[in-house]
């Protein structure tokens, strides 16, 4: 199984740009989107006429703003489309979808700046990171495959930024945004191309000035975290920096499609 996970920026743009010719180039099996910022009303055209993938969309109650998606080519055995809490899913944030034994999780992190970049963000952003942990808690303990796939809004290590001394006080390589995240991976989740590539600096995030991408003056904030039975089934994790169509660029995990079976 091929798994994917892409911040798209809207939608709507992302499928102006070609994202239409990267999905059915690129046949995964599963694909998280964050930040649709659409409707199901709003939906272009070639979404809702394409006949490969089942599509599951989660909007929030704001429009033009958040959202999370999936493309799945089988059908889920479950779709679980809110996590519960009325202050993260009315931000449209969580979308889960089980197969088999394998549990999926599309998540879009906030972040943890407001309207004017002044951090007022960061303790609603550290809320639902607890709580998306403590909902995952009982999987990531029972020995549940799980994967939690998404833009995490957060930088993890130096190696996962271009300039880490100059950001160290921006929201997304904050100390207790970085520790939060520590906090998943000291208790068992897995980075899964950390894991893999563990020398390795590439960045999915670029920000919007002119050139800042053509020098690679990115951060990773998008992952694919595994439960230690899920990583056991990973057998490649890729992040996809040549595709364009969003300041975000698409990962990837390649599965062993065995894990939907079971112990």
Known sequence: MKI????????RACVDKGFMRWLQRERSDCVGLQ???VTADKLPASIRRQR???LHLVSAARAGYSGVAMLTRREPDTVIRALGIEKFDAEGRFLEARFGALRVV??????????NRDLSRIPYKLGYYRALFEYL????????????LGDFNTAHQPIDIARPKEN??????RPEERAELSRWLQNGWVDTFRALH????????WCARPGVREKNLGWRIDYVL???????????????TRIKGSDHCPISVDVDDSVVDGP
Request: hydrophobic share 30%; glycine share 10%.
């Open 4 to 11: 994917a996970s892409w911040n798209v920026n809207g939608l």
């Open 35 to 37: 930040e649709t910022r």
């Open 52 to 54: 490969s993938y089942e």
């Open 106 to 115: 599309n998540s879009y992190f906030p972040n943890g700046n407001g309207k």
């Open 137 to 148: 808690r009982p999987g990531l303990e029972g020995g549940q495959p799980i994967l939690l």
């Open 168 to 173: 160290e006080k921006n929201s997304g390589f």
């Open 198 to 205: 563990p020398d390795q600096q590439m960045f999915s995030w």
């Open 226 to 240: 595994a439960t230690p039975r899920a990583f056991s089934f990973v057998r490649a994790a890729e992040v996809h």
